[in-house]
């Protein structure tokens, strides 16, 4: 997997959509090569693209690194928000105390996805830039995202965030993880009746305040990347172990993640994720739109 200077390539071997690369760093890369699923304080490293949206001290919502000046995170998260106020926090550890890998930075612009419903949550994501790009460590990395057209059936898939513990607001100091499930799309909707094309369930253990707009990802094993394919969505019921939680589905939003990250039209890929149990078979495809290159062609002659 790689990420150049305009934003990420999903999976398979280094490729470059931009036309002119500055740098090239693996996505969805971490320190850790193994993750115990009953273990909930993350380690350290263990998640590098976390990131913490923070005002007064407290963390609020959770987002994702994708370049090293945006991150992914949900509409909600930012309705209420002043830009001014708010902090985005990197390679955060803990909320309070000592965190040698931190770097936070303030946010310029909050782009949010026009259609966004904030009654039924409905297309419920955002990209906000920071003021100042940051520098890649083994704390702080982007993580790859799902490309359109991908497809996610079963399988077990991790989410991430600093959010209560419990409906009560009991909030943990330390970064949190959660090894759960995927919902098929008729169970999903069958539980969570106002779920959309947009959406995708997961389960077994919910998000909860201070997670939303936090990563869903999912690996294919050891030595695999990390992959978004979800982002905590809106203000439902939480730390519950029965029902789903509701992500916005990333790979609906490629062509305008690109388009806003890069100012251009967007090269395609398209990324199919099977799942069988505990085994992942991933099917990697990719197909670059080169009518910008060939314009840029016709318009030199």
Partial sequence: ASVNKTLLIISGPTVNISLAVLWTVSCGRSMVNSYNAGVRNA????????????????????????????????AYCTARMNINDTMVRLGLQTVSGVNPNEVSRGI???????????????????????????NFTDYI????????????????????????????????????QVNIPRFGRRQCECEQPNVTRNMICAGGQASCRGDYGGPLVNSNGPNSSWIQSGILSGDYDCATP???????????YQQWIEATVTGMPPATATLSLLFCGCDAVLLFLLSVNNRRQNRKKKKSL
């Fill in 43 to 74: 380690t350290p490293g263990s998640w590098p693209w976390q990131a913490a949206l923070s005002a007064n001290g407290s963390v609020f919502c959770g987002g994702s690194l994708i370049t090293d000046e945006w991150v992914l995170t949900a």
């Fill in 141 to 176: 990395r982007p993580v790859c995202l799902a490309a359109a057209n991908s497809t996610f059936y079963s399988g077990t898939s991790f989410i991430t965030g600093f959010g209560s513990t419990d409906n009560f607001g009991s909030n943990p100091n330390v970064l949190q």
């Fill in 242 to 252: 029965r029902g789903p939680g509701v992500y916005t589905l990333v790979s609906r």
């Fill in 108 to 134: 310029v612009a909050n782009v949010c996805f026009p259609a966004y419903d904030p009654e039924t949550y409905d297309n419920d994501i955002c990209l906000l830039k920071l003021s100042a790009p940051v």
